[in-house]
């Protein structure tokens, strides 16, 4: 069946990310048949719903299950950092206040950095986009992900499609889409498995640390799933410089001294991430 009619959209900031350079900026025609909920071309479009904040359609701000209409003119837009949108329509029933993650196999590095920041962030290297998505409507997680069709999928109501390539930048990336900034806790979670720590008595653990850990280090913490033990060392300080613009507000941790620090001395947070 021929299309009966076209309709006019177009995709505002980094919703271009998602389209051909030669269809970004500019209004782009839709053809169509029937009345289709507006998701679906939005989707055809190329543009997850997950990254959808507002759709304004005729000067008014609609819901993904408008029905489109021959003629109409159509603004899609991310999500607002800085601007109050609260008397439009939102497209979720609401935000997630405690953020936890899920991560597709994609981003194993970028779980890491997530943990090592303190924030939940589940992720295996054998997760299949099914499992993901599930993840995330059973526990209510956002989903980060380096495949943007996986953020078709219906049972997402929160995800991002990371852009970046560069560990580093994905963490900064994220960050500043979440508005992580002032959430940060170093040394929350485990690095391997995404357990709590929690501190724990040196003398409790004695029995498993390497002689110079026991000689130069008083300060450890246990996951609470895993069992694995962590301290202050190097890793600390390579995180410190990493991050410093938000950590050194944050972080109560008190720096290891010169003299521990030296090279002959040094030991390494035991998961690298």
């Not at 979670?189 to 409790?204: E, F, M, P, Q, Y």
């Amino acid at each position: 069946m021929k299309p009966e009619y076209s309709a006019e959209f177009r995709f505002y900031e980094e919703l271009n990310d998602f389209l051909p350079p030669g269809r970004r900026k500019r209004s782009l025609a839709y053809h169509f048949s029937g009345h289709p909920g507006i998701k679906d071309p939005i989707e055809v479009f190329g543009v997850p719903h997950t990254e959808v904040e507002l759709i304004i359609v005729n000067g008014q701000s609609v819901g993904f299950d408008y029905q489109l209409q021959a003629g109409d003119r159509v603004a899609v837009y991310p999500v607002f950092e800085s601007l109050d949108i609260s008397p439009l329509l939102r497209l979720r029933a609401k935000a997630l206040r405690h953020p936890r993650f899920v991560l597709d196999v994609n981003l194993g590095k970028l779980a890491k950095r997530m943990r090592l920041l303190g924030f939940d962030s589940l992720y295996r290297n054998d997760y299949s986009d099914a499992e993901v998505a599930n993840i995330a409507l059973d526990e209510q997680r956002i989903v980060l992900t380096r495949d943007r069709r996986l953020l078709y999928s219906k049972q997402i109501s929160h995800g991002y499609w990371v852009r970046a390539v560069n560990v580093n930048c994905q963490v900064d990336e994220v960050l500043r889409r979440f508005d992580l900034y002032g959430s940060v806790q170093p040394f929350a979670r485990c690095l391997v498995c995404n357990g709590v720590l929690t501190s724990v008595a040196k003398a409790d653990i004695l029995d498993r640390l390497e002689p110079k850990t026991r000689l130069y280090y008083q300060k450890f913490y246990r996951c609470n799933d895993c069992q694995k033990i962590y301290w202050e060392g190097s890793h600390l300080e390579d995180m410190r410089r990493r991050y410093t613009s938000f950590l050194a507000p944050q972080t109560g941790i008190q720096d290891i001294s010169h003299s521990q620090a030296s090279s002959s001395r040094r030991e390494k947070y035991p998961y690298e991430p």
